[in-house]
């Protein structure tokens, strides 16, 4: 469970240009199913799934991982926490170009000093599940959409975080690929993981993979749903 | 004279420590009021960041000193050939008042230094930042150290006039001449080899203490403190006299010279780098319960414990080969 | 393990950056590279020429006598190498004849002597260093030397041999002589002397020895092999402090381009920093990181550097410096240097150069690692 009680955040804090992008946020996620934050652009999706997943600390209020406190924790703890607990992937996927695909995925593994030939053989495994694995040692930037994204969903898994969060997944992908997306996140669904996604896409909403459902306007939460 | 290559480099090394120095004790004394690791704030959060960027400086600025201590005796001993009786470092430092309190000052910041990375490393380990107050506290008193030794180090080599005649060695370890040196040189060669036997098991043996039990650590940097004192005397009262094979000749410079194949080194870079990594031992034991500590500290200790321990050891050993190996027969 | 597992991984990514902007980094490496290539010539060579110079200085006399009148060297009288020889210490005390001469037709000076024991020149022939026949362009076999003291007067002198160059630094101007032909040629009188050598068995005794010559000959002038090869000490280490004065100049101007270079990171490299911050890669990380390039960059440069200046100073004899550290004499040494580098000096060019580079990076580097993490999100 992934409790967030009464959370603000506000940027640029205490300067003429401050902004809070959430307003008094109270939410419950559970650990196991797929749940999307939807609102309309600059409702605070993005930020809210920052705070969730340990990328920025809140300007008020608690947000607390399987009971333990995270929002307090100094940027160091944190860091080690998203890493082991949470894989990420971006709005505009943020895969590095001039590296191989391979060497993209193992990228979130370097600072944890593992046995750099498990990551490897970790890394091989997602990529051959999300059928990527001839393309493994190709740059990311010869990628076709699809291919870019679900080499980003392996960079995410591939310190087998509990926890995947994706902000946008399928705003540049058309029917076919948004299907092969949500058919990805039900497998990972039932093999146990947390999916958290923010979109505006009907037809993510209204998939049968989704569990739960959390409507934003202006930085408060309107709606639950599941 | 300040126009020597050594010198402008060794100047060059002082001015960036003295700089990191201060900036440091700035930002320590902002931590020592603002510190406040359960507050999320924005202020909060950039002082955090802000100690990997004082670390990293810190780290590689002291890194750098240690080396420049080589360098700057190294340096002291080549520079003899231009004092009228200079021999070896000794006379360079003695040629003005200050050569001697500038080396001082400069081993002094290498021991300071060494106990604040040891706490940086560890401070690191924890995730919860256990050290960092104690840490930047530390800093507040080694800036000013870093500023003397800078100071002193200036004087000394814009003092540095040839046409002095200086005095080196010989007189300087002889009985007749009073002060601490002639001390160390009269002590008695036996009591001194004896001494430093006894040192030797000591620190070895609150060493293994340390690393077997975990506990300790306090002991065993006062140990190895006890062994460094030890160490130099008997390197003046009897080990320098192994070295040169002569019954009369106790400095502890002239080891360093090429003549004596650089044997000086052998003793001096494990001697204070075993003291340095004792003591730091020393400065974070008291630190061992923190919560965050608990799992990660005790292996580093224990490999620090380790590498002291080697170095203690390689002290006593290098000295067994240096009397082995000498012509000179003290007793029987 | 883990810790060196974890450099292994930031050095290895660090590796493929580098390789990825190949451009950047080649001009960063090449302009340290240079730096390094300057001071390293600077340091090499003077320790070069200090190593000849001791050297050469093994041949010198530990003491030396001259006379002086009216407070210039004049020509000492033989009755000193008696009296020399009369103080307890001294041995070996021998009367030197040598001086200047200046050659009108090529405009250069030889040094020209009368050497001492076994290499004597029989009368009318001379031994020459290599510099006097390159500046009288004597290159074929058997050519006279002739030299004219004054206008009209012209000595014929056959050449019995030339110095080979392995301690040229002193004999590329050598000129030595028979006694004979030396006072003939100069008009030197018999019984008296340039100056007179001595050797001393005990250095510990010279200040003695000097002491006690002084009271018995207040008009002589007394100079021991440590005040010359001090002389000759502080003149190269001046020399060569004012190169690296120089040198260390670029180095600033270098540091300072680096650390702009270094915080004006491109878009694209920014934008890279903020991904890894995003995936999981703290502060800490992101520095070890830059630290692995910096250190890459400073390792290739110093290498480079320093090869290059060792090919620099030892094979092609200093061709950029040698003026400025050599002196301004007319005749040069051709000869090469022989390669004399110490740890010590390594360590000296090390802290000079990687130091400040190092250290004009960090704060630049730190400001790019301490991104918001989020901020690839948008
Ligand atoms: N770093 C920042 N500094 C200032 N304002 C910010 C910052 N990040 C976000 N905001 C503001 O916070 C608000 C919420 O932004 P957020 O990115 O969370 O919206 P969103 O719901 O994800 O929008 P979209 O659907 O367009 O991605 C916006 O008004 C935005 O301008
Ligand atoms: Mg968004």
Same mark, same amino acid.
């Given at each position: 469970?992934?409790?967030?009680?009464?959370?603000?955040?506000?940027?640029?804090?205490?300067?003429?240009?401050?902004?809070?992008?959430?307003?008094?946020?109270?939410?419950?996620?559970?650990?196991?199913?797929?749940?999307?934050?939807?609102?309309?652009?600059?409702?605070?999706?993005?930020?809210?799934?920052?705070?969730?997943?340990?990328?920025?600390?809140?300007?008020?209020?608690?947000?607390?991982?399987? #009971?333990?406190?995270?929002?307090?924790?100094?940027?160091?703890?944190?860091?080690?926490?998203?890493?082991?607990?949470?894989?990420?992937?971006?709005?505009?996927?943020?895969?590095?170009?001039?590296?191989?695909?391979?060497?993209?995925?193992?990228?979130?593994?370097?600072?944890?000093?593992?046995?750099?030939?498990?990551?490897?053989?970790?890394?091989?495994?997602?990529?051959?599940?999300?059928?990527?694995?001839?393309?493994?040692?190709?740059?990311?930037?010869?990628?076709?959409?699809?291919?870019?994204?679900?080499?980003?969903?392996?960079?995410?898994?591939?310190?087998?975080?509990?926890?995947?969060?994706?902000?946008?997944?399928?705003?540049?992908?058309?029917?076919?690929?948004?299907?092969?997306?949500?058919?990805?996140?039900? #497998?990972?669904?039932?093999?146990?993981?947390?999916?958290?996604?923010?979109?505006?896409?009907?037809?993510?909403?209204?998939?049968?993979?989704?569990?739960?459902?959390?409507?934003?306007?202006?930085?408060?939460?309107?709606?639950?749903? #599941? | 004279?300040?126009?020597?290559?050594?010198?402008?480099?060794?100047?060059?090394?002082?001015?960036?420590?003295?700089?990191?120095?201060?900036?440091?004790?700035?930002?320590?004394?902002?931590?020592?009021?603002?510190?406040?690791?359960?507050?999320?704030?924005?202020?909060?959060?950039?002082?955090?960041?802000?100690?990997?960027?004082? !670390?990293?400086?810190?780290?590689?600025?002291?890194?750098?000193?240690?080396?420049?201590?080589?360098?700057?005796?190294?340096?002291?001993?080549?520079?003899?050939?231009?004092?009228? +009786?200079?021999?070896?470092?000794?006379?360079? =430092?003695?040629?003005?008042?200050?050569?001697?309190?500038?080396?001082?000052?400069?081993?002094?910041?290498?021991?300071?230094?060494?106990?604040?990375?040891?706490?940086?490393?560890?401070?690191? =380990? +924890?995730?919860?930042?256990?050290?960092?107050?104690?840490?930047?506290?530390?800093?507040?008193?080694? $800036?000013?150290?870093?500023?003397?030794?800078?100071?002193?180090?200036?004087?000394?080599?814009? +003092?540095?006039?040839?046409?002095?005649?200086?005095?080196?060695?010989?007189?300087?370890?002889?009985?007749?001449?009073?002060?601490?040196?002639?001390?160390?040189?009269?002590?008695?060669?036996?009591?001194?080899?004896?001494?430093?036997?006894?040192?030797?098991? =000591?620190?070895?043996?609150?060493?293994?203490?340390?690393?077997?039990?975990?506990?300790?650590?306090?002991?065993?940097?006062?140990?190895?403190?006890?062994?460094?004192?030890?160490?130099?005397?008997?390197?003046? !009262?009897?080990?320098?006299?192994?070295?040169?094979?002569?019954?009369?000749?106790?400095?502890?410079?002239?080891?360093?010279?090429?003549?004596? +194949?650089?044997?000086?080194? $052998?003793?001096?870079?494990?001697?204070?780098?075993?003291?340095?990594?004792? =003591?730091?031992?020393?400065?974070?034991?008291?630190?061992?319960?923190?919560?965050?500590?608990?799992?990660?500290?005790?292996?580093?200790?224990?490999?620090?414990?380790?590498?002291?321990?080697?170095?203690?050891?390689?002290?006593?050993?290098?000295?067994?080969?240096?009397?082995?190996? !000498?012509?000179?027969?003290?007793?029987? | 393990?883990?810790?060196?597992?974890?450099?292994?991984?930031?050095?290895?990514?660090?590796?493929?950056?580098?390789?990825?902007?190949?451009?950047?980094?080649?001009?960063?490496?090449?302009?340290?590279?240079?730096?390094?290539?300057?001071?390293?010539?600077?340091?090499?060579?003077?320790?070069? /020429?200090?190593?000849?110079?001791?050297?050469?200085?093994?041949?010198?006399?530990?003491?030396?006598?001259?006379?002086?009148?009216?407070?210039?060297?004049?020509?000492?009288?033989?009755?000193?190498?008696?009296?020399?020889?009369?103080?307890?210490?001294?041995?070996?005390?021998?009367?030197?004849?040598?001086?200047?001469?200046?050659?009108?037709?090529?405009?250069?000076?030889?040094?020209?002597?009368?050497?001492?024991?076994?290499?004597?020149?029989?009368?009318?022939?001379?031994?020459?260093?290599?510099?006097?026949?390159?500046?009288?362009?004597?290159?074929?076999?058997?050519?006279?030397?002739?030299?004219?003291?004054?206008?009209?007067? /012209?000595?014929?002198?056959?050449?019995?041999?030339?110095?080979?160059?392995?301690?040229?630094?002193?004999?590329?101007?050598?000129?030595?002589?028979?006694?004979?032909?030396?006072?003939?040629?100069?008009?030197?009188?018999?019984? %008296?002397?340039?100056?007179?050598?001595?050797?001393?068995?005990?250095?510990?005794? /010279?200040?003695?020895?000097?002491?006690?010559?002084?009271?018995?000959?207040?008009?002589?002038?007394?100079?021991?092999?440590?005040?010359?090869?001090?002389?000759?000490?502080?003149?190269?280490?001046?020399?060569?402090?004012?190169?690296?004065?120089?040198?260390?100049?670029?180095?600033?101007?270098?540091?300072?381009?680096?650390?702009?270079?270094?915080?004006?990171?491109?878009?694209?490299?920014?934008?890279?920093?903020?991904?890894?911050?995003?995936?999981?890669?703290?502060?800490?990380?992101?520095?070890?990181?830059?630290?692995?390039?910096?250190?890459?960059?400073?390792?290739?440069?110093?290498?480079?550097?320093? %090869?290059?200046?060792?090919?620099?100073?030892?094979?092609?004899?200093?061709?950029?410096?040698?003026? %400025?550290?050599?002196?301004?004499?007319?005749?040069?040494?051709?000869?090469?240097?022989?390669?004399?580098?110490?740890?010590?000096?390594?360590?000296?060019?090390?802290?000079?150069?990687?130091?400040?580079?190092?250290?004009?990076? %960090?704060?630049?580097?730190?400001?790019?690692?301490?991104?918001?993490?989020?901020?690839?999100?948008?």
């Amino acid at each position: 469970m992934i409790s967030l009680s009464d959370v603000s955040k506000t940027y640029n804090e205490g300067r003429p240009n401050a902004v809070t992008a959430l307003h008094g946020v109270t939410l419950d996620i559970a650990r196991t199913g797929v749940t999307v934050f939807m609102g309309p652009s600059g409702s605070g999706k993005t930020t809210l799934l920052s705070l969730v997943g340990c990328m920025a600390r809140p300007t008020t209020g608690r947000i607390t991982l399987d #009971g333990e406190p995270v929002s307090g924790l100094p940027e160091r703890f944190l860091t080690e926490l998203r890493r082991v607990k949470f894989g990420f992937v971006f709005q505009r996927f943020n895969l590095i170009r001039g590296l191989s695909v391979l060497d993209n995925v193992m990228l979130p593994a370097a600072p944890s000093g593992e046995d750099p030939k498990a990551v490897q053989a970790r890394a091989m495994m997602r990529l051959e599940a999300l059928g990527l694995a001839e393309k493994a040692l190709m740059p990311v930037e010869v990628l076709s959409g699809g291919e870019t994204q679900r080499a980003a969903i392996a960079r995410a898994l591939v310190n087998d975080a509990p926890v995947l969060i994706a902000d946008e997944p399928t705003a540049n992908l058309d029917t076919a690929l948004t299907h092969r997306f949500l058919d990805i996140v039900a #497998g990972l669904r039932d093999a146990g993981k947390t999916v958290i996604l923010t979109s505006h896409d009907p037809r993510i909403i209204s998939a049968s993979a989704v569990t739960a459902v959390v409507e934003m306007r202006d930085g408060q939460m309107v709606r639950g749903r #599941g | 004279m300040i126009f020597r290559t050594p010198i402008l480099t060794l100047l060059l090394v002082s001015a960036l420590a003295i700089l990191v120095a201060l900036g440091a004790a700035w930002f320590g004394q902002r931590v020592l009021r603002q510190w406040d690791l359960t507050s999320g704030s924005r202020a909060q959060l950039l002082m955090e960041r802000r100690t990997e960027l004082i !670390s990293t400086l810190f780290a590689m600025v002291m890194l750098a000193e240690a080396v420049a201590l080589f360098l700057f005796v190294f340096n002291a001993d080549r520079m003899a050939a231009l004092f009228v +009786g200079a021999m070896c470092a000794v006379g360079t =430092l003695n040629v003005n008042p200050y050569g001697f309190p500038a080396l001082y000052a400069k081993i002094g910041v290498f021991f300071a230094a060494a106990v604040w990375l040891v706490m940086d490393h560890v401070d690191r =380990l +924890g995730r919860d930042y256990p050290l960092t107050r104690a840490k930047y506290a530390l800093v507040l008193a080694i $800036a000013p150290l870093v500023i003397v030794a800078g100071g002193l180090e200036l004087a000394w080599y814009l +003092g540095l006039k040839t046409d002095v005649i200086t005095s080196c060695c010989s007189k300087l370890f002889t009985p007749a001449n009073a002060g601490i040196s002639d001390e160390m040189a009269a002590v008695d060669p036996a009591l001194a080899l004896w001494a430093l036997a006894g040192a030797q098991v =000591l620190v070895l043996a609150l060493g293994t203490f340390a690393a077997k039990t975990g506990r300790g650590h306090g002991l065993f940097a006062l140990a190895g403190a006890v062994f460094f004192a030890v160490a130099l005397t008997a390197m003046v !009262s009897v080990i320098a006299l192994y070295v040169y094979e002569n019954p009369n000749h106790h400095c502890p410079f002239c080891i360093l010279k090429p003549e004596y +194949g650089y044997i000086g080194y $052998a003793f001096y870079i494990p001697l204070f780098g075993a003291t340095a990594l004792a =003591l730091g031992l020393g400065a974070v034991a008291p630190f061992k319960r923190r919560g965050s500590l608990r799992a990660p500290l005790p292996p580093v200790l224990r490999r620090l414990t380790l590498w002291a321990m080697a170095g203690f050891a390689a002290y006593g050993a290098v000295t067994l080969y240096a009397i082995a190996r !000498s012509h000179l027969i003290l007793f029987g | 393990m883990k810790t060196l597992r974890r450099q292994r991984a930031l050095a290895d990514y660090t590796l493929a950056a580098l390789a990825r902007r190949k451009v950047k980094n080649s001009a960063l490496v090449g302009v340290f590279s240079l730096v390094v290539f300057l001071l390293a010539s600077a340091m090499f060579f003077a320790s070069a /020429l200090r190593h000849e110079a001791d050297t050469a200085l093994q041949g010198v006399p530990d003491l030396i006598v001259q006379h002086l009148s009216l407070g210039r060297q004049g020509m000492i009288s033989e009755d000193r190498i008696a009296e020399l020889e009369s103080i307890r210490g001294v041995s070996k005390v021998r009367g030197r004849l040598w001086g200047y001469y200046y050659d009108r037709v090529v405009g250069a000076n030889y040094t020209v002597m009368v050497p001492d024991g076994g290499a004597m020149p029989p009368p009318g022939q001379v031994i020459v260093g290599e510099g006097v026949l390159r500046a009288r362009g004597l290159d074929w076999e058997g050519a006279p030397l002739f030299l004219s003291r004054k206008q009209g007067d /012209l000595s014929r002198f056959d050449i019995a041999k030339t110095f080979d160059s392995d301690s040229a630094l002193l004999t590329a101007d050598l000129l030595l002589m028979n006694e004979a032909d030396f006072r003939a040629f100069f008009s030197v009188p018999a019984g %008296v002397y340039t100056d007179i050598a001595a050797r001393v068995r005990n250095a510990n005794e /010279l200040a003695t020895i000097v002491d006690k010559a002084t009271r018995i000959m207040p008009d002589e002038r007394f100079v021991t092999r440590d005040d010359i090869a001090r002389t000759y000490m502080k003149l190269f280490d001046w020399r060569e402090g004012l190169m690296v004065a120089l040198g260390a100049m670029a180095m600033l101007a270098f540091a300072i381009f680096a650390a702009d270079k270094a915080s004006g990171l491109s878009a694209e490299e920014s934008r890279e920093i903020g991904i890894l911050k995003a995936i999981g890669w703290d502060t800490r990380d992101v520095i070890a990181m830059k630290l692995w390039e910096g250190g890459l960059v400073s390792i290739g440069a110093f290498l480079l550097g320093c %090869v290059a200046a060792y090919a620099h100073v030892f094979w092609f004899g200093a061709t950029l410096f040698a003026p %400025v550290l050599k002196g301004w004499a007319v005749i040069y040494p051709d000869f090469p240097l022989a390669p004399v580098i110490d740890a010590a000096q390594l360590v000296t060019l090390f802290l000079l150069t990687v130091l400040p580079y190092a250290a004009a990076t %960090v704060v630049p580097v730190w400001r790019v690692a301490s991104a918001d993490p989020d901020a690839v999100m948008r």
